[in-house]
C-alpha cells in the first residue's frame, strides 16, 4: 500500500537558519505531493503541494520538489522564523484518483525556532 | 472565506457512551473526511464521503460510524466509546473538480474517553 516516512523529530533550530525536513513516500505511479502545516491549537492548512515529477512547489519561503527517482518530497526553507514553530505533515494522493481523496499522511515532524 | 468548523473543541465522555462529533463545511464541497490523529502515527483516515448519503470506509473505520444527511454537514458517530478512541480529530473538505484541489481542515475536536 501507500506510504509516507517522514524524518524523526523534533527539530530545534535557532532563527535564520536553514530548514530541512525530510521526506519519502512509497507509492505506485506518479502521486501527489503536499506539505501540510499545523501551528498550536489550529487544524492543518495546505502549505505547498506538487503534481508531477520535477515540479516543485513554493509557499512562504518554503519549497519543494518532487523527486520520482528517488520518491521523495523534501521540505526546506532558506531562513527560518519563530513563527514557523508548527508541525508539519507530508502527505500524498495516489495517482489516478480524485482530487483529496484518500491523502496518506506521515508522521508529522514537529518544528521549534528559538529567537 | 473557507470554513470548516467542527462543532465541540474539547469532549469528555465515559466509556460505553454514544457519541456524535459534527463537522460543517460552507463551501457546497462535495467530498468531506474524518481523520484521527494520534502522536507518532500522523493523520489516519477514518471514513469520507463523496456525496449525500454516501460514504466509504477509510483506514481504520472499526468503532465508527458517519452520516451525511446534507451535504454540508458530516457527522461521525461512536457507538460505543472506547478509551483506545481517546485521540484528536480532524474533519475536512474538498471540491468535486479533477485531483489536485486543496483539502480545508477544521481547527480539530479533541476527546477523552474516560
Known amino acids: 500500500g501507500n506510504s509516507v516516512t517522514q524524518m524523526e523529530g523534533p527539530v530545534t533550530l535557532s532563527e535564520e537558519a536553514f530548514l530541512t525536513i525530510n521526506c519519502t513516500y512509497t507509492a505506485t505511479g506518479y502521486p501527489s505531493l503536499f506539505w501540510y502545516v499545523q501551528y498550536p491549537g489550529e487544524g492543518l492548512q495546505l502549505l505547498l503541494k506538487a503534481t508531477k515529477a520535477d515540479d516543485k512547489g513554493s509557499n512562504k519561503g518554503f519549497e519543494a520538489t518532487y523527486r520520482k527517482e528517488t520518491t521523495s518530497f523534501h521540505l526546506e526553507k532558506g531562513s527560518v522564523q519563530v513563527s514557523d514553530s508548527a508541525v508539519y505533515f507530508c502527505a500524498l494522493t495516489p495517482w489516478g484518483e480524485t482530487s483529496g481523496s484518500r491523502l496518506t499522511f506521515g508522521e508529522g515532524t514537529q518544528l521549534t525556532v528559538n529567537p | 472565506d473557507v470554513k470548516v468548523t467542527q462543532s465541540s473543541r474539547y469532549l469528555v465522555k465515559r466509556t460505553g457512551e454514544k457519541v456524535f462529533l459534527e463537522c460543517v463545511q460552507d463551501m457546497d464541497h462535495e467530498n468531506m473526511f474524518w481523520y484521527r490523529q494520534d502522536p507518532g502515527l500522523g493523520l489516519r483516515l477514518i471514513y469520507f464521503?463523496?456525496?449525500?448519503?454516501?460514504?466509504e470506509k477509510g483506514d481504520i473505520p472499526e468503532g465508527y460510524s458517519v452520516s451525511r444527511e446534507k451535504k454540508e454537514r458530516f457527522s461521525l458517530i461512536l457507538e460505543s466509546a472506547s478509551t483506545n478512541q481517546t485521540s484528536m480529530y480532524l474533519c475536512?473538505?474538498?471540491?468535486?473538480?479533477?485531483?489536485?484541489?486543496?483539502?480545508?481542515f477544521g481547527e480539530g475536536s479533541w476527546l477523552t474517553v474516560v
Open positions: 464521503s463523496y456525496d449525500v448519503k454516501m460514504k
Open positions: 475536512a473538505s474538498s471540491g468535486g473538480s479533477p485531483w489536485g484541489n486543496t483539502i480545508y
